[in-house]
């Protein structure tokens, strides 16, 4: 495949009517012409962060606290995909939001099965990151489809600065000390002056509004973007913090699916997590997770019948999963227990049964759980806010709190038969509060 030489061009769409209420946004996009598309950095000498680039025009690389979603008078579903894997994701090189990495053939395959998923639905409008591995991405998504394609600056990748173009090892041991920093403490991360995670959470408030506000959206949009970013804009979405950076895992071409209500009396709307991390196959393979050998928490939420648990099991069984419906404390091959009791005692059951498995010495386990859709979202409260029904994360404000309603588990669909996944390092980890979400409600198709 040759690297180079696959630039395309797009419009940018109406970008001014998607902003209109951000004054410093259309003065920035007015003045600035989008990236070029240059070769990958494997054949460029002598580049490195220079203090500048294209996007610095912009004026959207704040630390500031994140917008409010704006105001919505009608239901949109907003769909995030991840671009497919890249030259740099195979280099394992930090790409930030340079604009050097292409598709690799496997990455276009990725992004041709994401547009099979999706093809049943009907978006109105693309939305998509300037960066060259997101619109060749969009191009496999989007193929057939009529609509508008609007480029969204505020949709690139986190801003890396000087980290850009270094390979991980590189980093990990030329500059140790700010790469520790990095993968132990993103949030209060800084690097050449700037915040990176913080900046991105104020700058996926500004792609929410532009997207949110776009005269384009009726009823569904898809977005094309990037990992980083699009764990921002599902946590700016859901009132999480920086702090949650990392927790929601998006792997290539994967997709999440985000559905909005308008919220009462003039408040923000009311978000509910639909799907996350989808794939044409489970993600449960390192290839596929993006991560090595990890502990997981395997969640089947059981129907009134019991088809779909089986077959999701047998799902689970394809990819070395081996045990059956139960909770698999310490080994795969431990006997059966099926949750039968209430919604709290389920929870704290496969709390439990995590925990124990977590602290036990010895190879990587999987914990797989049968349970009520209730159960499995108590679970994930626990997970990612803590243990109160009712808790919500630190730092929302008392009104989105109020438009949001319910617990922050209430707020990830649970559908009968469906699979959830939660990682849990090989090491360190030893609490349910530690885990990273891979995929929820899991399904072979999507519904319109």
């Not at 998006?250 to 997590?273: E, M, Y």
């Not at 209430?410 to 699979?419: A, K, L, N, T």
Request: with cysteine; charged share 20%.
């Amino acid at each position: 495949m040759a690297e180079a030489g696959r630039s395309r061009k797009h419009s940018t769409g109406d970008f001014h009517a998607a902003a209109h209420r951000s004054p410093q946004l259309l003065a920035a996009a007015s003045q600035r012409e989008q990236p070029q598309i240059k070769l990958p950095l494997d054949r460029v000498t002598g580049w490195s962060w220079q203090g500048q680039d294209a996007f610095s025009p912009l004026g959207d690389r704040r630390d500031a606290p994140p917008l409010p979603l704006p105001q919505l008078d009608s239901a949109k579903r907003v769909v995030l995909v991840r671009h497919g894997q890249s030259t740099w994701n195979a280099r394992n090189r930090i790409q930030g939001s340079s604009d050097f990495a292409v598709l690799t053939d496997q990455g276009l395959k990725q992004a041709a099965a994401a547009g099979r998923l999706l093809q049943g639905l009907q978006f109105e409008v693309l939305f998509q990151s300037p960066l060259v591995r997101a619109v060749e991405t969009a191009d496999a998504v989007w193929r057939g489809r009529d609509g508008p394609r609007v480029v969204v600056p505020q949709l690139r990748e986190v801003d890396l600065y000087s980290f850009q173009g270094l390979e991980k090892v590189e980093a990990k041991f030329q500059r140790s000390d700010e790469y520790r920093r990095w993968q132990n403490d993103p949030e209060n991360f800084e690097l050449d002056g700037h915040a990176p995670i913080r900046e991105l959470w104020y700058r996926a408030s500004l792609a929410w509004q532009a997207v949110l506000r776009s005269e384009h959206l009726g009823r569904q949009g898809l977005v094309v973007g990037h990992n980083a970013v699009n764990q921002a804009l599902i946590c700016t979405a859901l009132g999480l913090s920086p702090a949650h950076f990392r927790r929601f895992t998006q792997t290539n071409a994967g997709f999440t699916v985000l559905d909005f209500q308008p919220g009462q009396q003039g408040s923000p709307p009311r978000v509910t997590v639909e799907r996350l991390n989808q794939l044409s196959e489970i993600p449960l393979l390192p290839e596929k997770s993006g991560r090595p050998a990890i502990n997981r928490l395997i969640l089947v939420c059981r129907p009134s019948g019991g088809r779909r648990v089986r077959a999701a099991l047998d799902l689970l069984a394809e990819y070395g999963v081996r045990a059956a419906p139960l909770m698999a404390i310490g080994s795969p091959e431990a006997s059966s227990v099926v949750c039968t009791h209430g919604t709290q005692a389920q929870a704290l059951d496969i709390k439990t049964a995590l925990e124990a498995s977590l602290g036990t010495p010895g190879r990587v386990r999987a914990v797989v759980a049968v349970a009520d859709a209730a159960a499995i979202q108590v679970v994930l409260q626990m997970c990612l806010v803590g243990s109160q029904p009712g808790a919500m994360p630190a730092g929302s404000t008392e009104q989105q709190q109020q438009s949001q309603g319910g617990s922050m588990g209430s707020r990830f669909q649970i559908d009968e038969g469906s699979v959830t996944i939660l990682n849990f390092a090989a090491e360190g980890a030893t609490a349910l509060s530690q885990g990273v979400l891979l995929c929820s409600n899991f399904a072979a198709t999507v519904q319109e």
